[in-house]
């Protein structure tokens, strides 16, 4: 998660023109190499500049801000404490220093900062309240997480759809006990909440408590019944508990109703290979490769079913495929 934060402050924050104090280098050409990935570069000229001219305006600043884009946090934390020293009203820095404690797995050290600026410069496009928000959940502060959340998401922070989003976040984040507990007062405040039921079913998927699970879909059908994903999970359900036959009539609901999602696909594929009925099987996991086609696990399912059709050349090149996919993602970091 760290990472992707990362690459889309990279992807949509740029940095911004400063006035100068007749510096030799101009901050111009710091920030054309730093658009350029040249940090080393970017951080030379601006060594450059600290020799000639050690005062010139927003220095500290545009150290930060270079040693930020670098990867450096702890070098950004110093050169960002010392931007903030000479501007305090730098709401830039006290940004950045709150991403850089934040990136260096400080969040508590980041959380006043990133409280004090709560929005993103117009032209970036990620929510300083979801990294708030997410502080917030890894210092176990639940209650000014979900404030944050209900901000980002311009709810009341003492509503049902305040407790949901948070308890979806506390899921994806695997705080499950406390995301069960969200996700029950969101449905006990509004009971026909869409998605509440779901988040709950989720959960007991997630911790294979198959009745439980059942229970939480069918109830989200009942409300939602357009929801493709609720007749996608029931069916995961049904199949986890070999009842195969009212699985498949579930994915082919979900897959009406939403034909461009690869994982009913896939799940089908795995039912119908259950059921022997492998030529079907071959059909529905090729339509998911077909959207996705680098998935090692529908490879290694395609694999299985022209095995068990006698394919063999077949099978063992999706095999291999899926084996040389998932290595590839394991040497990822």
């Known amino acids: 998660?760290?990472?992707?934060?990362?690459?889309?402050?990279?992807?949509?924050?740029?940095?911004?023109?400063?006035?100068?104090?007749?510096?030799?280098?101009?901050?111009?050409?710091?920030?054309?190499?730093?658009?350029?990935?040249?940090?080393?570069?970017?951080?030379?000229?601006?060594?450059?500049?600290?020799?000639?001219?050690?005062?010139?305006?927003?220095?500290?600043?545009?150290?930060?801000?270079?040693?930020?884009?670098?990867?450096?946090?702890?070098?950004?934390?110093?050169?960002?404490?010392?931007?903030?020293?000479?501007?305090?009203?730098?709401?830039?820095?006290?940004?950045?220093?709150?991403?850089?404690?934040?990136?260096?797995?400080?969040?508590?050290?980041?959380?006043?900062?990133?409280?004090?600026?709560?929005?993103?410069?117009?032209?970036?496009?990620?929510?300083?309240?979801?990294?708030?928000?997410?502080?917030?959940?890894?210092?176990?502060?639940?209650?000014?997480?979900?404030?944050?959340?209900?901000?980002?998401?311009?709810?009341?922070?003492?509503?049902?759809?305040?407790?949901?989003?948070?308890?979806?976040?506390?899921?994806?984040?695997?705080?499950?006990?406390?995301?069960?507990?969200?996700?029950?007062?969101?449905?006990?405040?509004?009971?026909?909440?869409p998605l509440a039921h779901q988040v709950l079913g989720e959960l007991y998927l997630y911790e294979n408590k198959l009745a439980e699970a059942t229970a939480q879909f069918e109830q989200e059908i009942a409300i939602n019944p357009g929801n493709a994903a609720a007749y996608y999970k029931l069916a995961d359900a049904y199949s986890r508990a070999q009842k195969f036959d009212e699985a498949e009539k579930l994915l082919q609901r979900s897959i009406w109703l939403d034909a461009n999602s690869s994982g009913p696909y896939i799940l089908l594929g795995k039912v119908l290979e259950k059921k022997g009925e492998s030529e079907l099987a071959v059909r529905a996991l090729q339509r998911a490769l077909a959207m996705d086609p680098n998935n090692s696990v529908t490879h290694h399912l395609l694999g299985q079913s022209y095995r068990a059709l006698g394919r063999m050349e077949d099978a063992e090149r999706e095999l291999k495929m899926a084996e040389s996919l998932q290595a590839a993602r394991d040497q990822k970091p």
């Not at 990472?3 to 006035?19: D, G, T």
């Open 1 to 193: 998660m760290q990472i992707i934060l990362v690459l889309l402050f990279f992807l949509c924050f740029p940095v911004k023109a400063q006035s100068l104090a007749n510096p030799t280098s101009s901050y111009d050409q710091v920030h054309r190499l730093g658009e350029q990935g040249k940090y080393d570069e970017a951080l030379a000229a601006l060594n450059e500049i600290s020799q000639t001219n050690p005062t010139a305006k927003n220095l500290s600043h545009e150290f930060g801000v270079v040693y930020f884009r670098k990867g450096d946090y702890r070098s950004a934390v110093g050169a960002l404490q010392r931007a903030m020293a000479e501007n305090p009203e730098d709401a830039e820095a006290t940004q950045l220093m709150g991403l850089s404690l934040y990136l260096s797995n400080k969040p508590a050290e980041a959380i006043p900062y990133l409280a004090k600026v709560q929005s993103w410069y117009p032209s970036a496009n990620v929510d300083a309240a979801y990294i708030l928000g997410v502080a917030y959940i890894q210092t176990k502060d639940y209650a000014s997480a979900r404030r944050a959340f209900a901000k980002m998401f311009q709810v009341p922070p003492d509503s049902a759809a305040a407790y949901l989003f948070t308890a979806r976040l506390l899921l994806r984040l695997d705080f499950a006990p406390i995301a069960e507990e969200y996700g029950k007062k969101a449905v006990e405040l509004d009971a026909k909440l």
